[in-house]
Structure formats: C-alpha cells, structure tokens
C-alpha cells in the first residue's frame, strides 16, 4: 500500500456512503479498489466505519439530551 497523498484520486469523501452501503455499484468497486491501494484513505475508513458503529449504540433520547 501507499500513503502517498499526491497519487490519484482519493475517495475520503465517499467513505461514509460506503460504509452505510449507500453507493452504486461501480461507486462501491472503485471504493473498495483504492482502499485496498491507500494506507491514509483506508485509515480515515476505519475511523468512519467506528464511527457508524457507534451510532448504532445511540437511542433516541441520547440524541435529544
């Protein structure tokens, strides 16, 4: 893997769609192509996946407090 910031697109902006599986399928492929390819994108990943997993914890009145 790279974590060369400068080569190629990167997809930091797609994680969290892709996370929640809410991609198209060619968005999805490409996303899972360039995380297998870059360390720094498949990082912030692992950060947006934790993320979502916590949420998951939250009930509704720990969102009104």
Same mark, same amino acid.
């Given at each position: 893997? /790279? #974590?060369?910031? $400068?080569? $190629?697109? !990167? &997809?930091?902006? @797609?994680? $969290? +769609?892709? &996370?929640?599986?809410?991609? +198209? *399928?060619?968005? /999805?492929? *490409?996303? =899972?192509? !360039?995380?297998? =390819?870059?360390?720094r994108c +498949?990082?912030?990943? &692992?950060e947006?996946? %934790?993320?979502? =997993?916590?949420? #998951? @914890? @939250? =009930? +509704?009145?720990?969102? @009104? %407090?």
């Amino acid at each position: 893997m /790279t #974590a060369d910031p $400068g080569e $190629g697109p !990167h &997809v930091r902006q @797609l994680l $969290g +769609a892709y &996370v929640l599986d809410a991609l +198209a *399928t060619d968005e /999805t492929r *490409t996303v =899972s192509r !360039h995380l297998q =390819s870059c360390d720094r994108c +498949a990082a912030d990943y &692992v950060e947006v996946a %934790e993320a979502v =997993s916590l949420l #998951a @914890l @939250l =009930s +509704a009145d720990d969102l @009104l %407090e």
